[in-house]
């Protein structure tokens, strides 16, 4: 048995085809097929259930295959424990985001990790929260910029910061004059939210709880920009985190962004890894970058020309 053979074991398990898991591993078809075979001579156990149109890995290639994505991601950390040794603020960073945060977030941070490491390759990948929890368990993902909390005992987590909530309406809404609200007076509101699997959709119903308010019933939203194109064309209200409003987003005419009274509700951002990682020295650094953020990017905006006093704040819980 050797590491070869388990890559093309793990490609199979997750592409489910000969063709693409050999084209994914850089070889033939024929080579595949033909080590996968010899795995299972080895094993004495039949791994792969072979159609003509799919293919199924039978309950011990399930199995097997789970336990050689842990082989492989340890046999990674060993090469990046000689890497970060030899030389630490080098190699290579797979960082995960989510899309509520990411094309807000990264325009910001992405020139401060290349100032302060010059050498290091980043390499981004923007996915829902579960997907990228499961890149990190499975050594696919380095770190990951998440909300908190988690629960997963596995996970090495270090604190970023707050981002505050604000209410978008569109212009004429009841609500639109208002300098600012209370979560009261949100409880006969039904909020337009994002579909399964997004943890703003989360934030965004923990804070409905706290309101009493509800969900807009018939439409979810596939991504943040499409949230706020529904309220601009008049068709509900929704939460934003500030760093979707800053620059460089575009302002919306059409849009009103209402302040919270202090405390406002707010999502709390963590960067997270494995326990196990051996870049977590270098993982503490790269989150104080993350930190390091212009204060006033996580001010709220100025409300009629003045600056809303920032005060302790509510969490909502992804």
Known sequence: MNLRDLRYLVALAELRHFGRAAEACHVSQPTLSTQIKKLEEELGVP????????????????????????????VEQMRETARRTADPEAGSVRLGVFPTLGPYLLPHVVPRIRQRFPRLELLLVEEKTE????????????????????????????????????????????????RNLSLGELGDQHLLLLEEGHCLRDQALAVCSLAGAGEKEGFRATS????????????????LPVLAVK????????????????????????????????????????????????PSLLELPPEDGEATAAGPRRSAKA
């Open 47 to 74: 791994l792969v259930e072979r159609a003509p149109r799919h293919v199924m890995l039978t309950p011990a290639g399930l199995d097997i295959a789970v336990r050689a994505r842990r082989v492989l991601a340890e």
């Open 131 to 178: 997907v990228l929890l499961n890149g990190l368990r499975d050594g696919k993902l380095d770190a990951a910029v998440l909300a908190l909390p988690l629960h997963e005992d596995w996970a090495e987590t270090e604190f970023l910061f707050e981002e505050p909530f604000l209410l978008a309406v569109p212009n004429g809404h009841p609500l639109a004059g208002k």
């Open 224 to 239: 943040l920009e499409t949230l706020r194109q529904m309220v601009a064309a008049g068709v509900g209200v929704t939460l």
């Open 247 to 294: 620059p460089p987003v575009p302002a919306s005419a059409d849009i009103r962004l209402l302040h919270f009274r202090d405390p406002p509700p707010t999502r709390r951002l963590a960067l997270v890894w494995r326990r196990s990682s051996a870049m977590g020295d270098f993982l503490r650094e790269l989150a104080g970058v993350l930190r390091s953020l212009p």
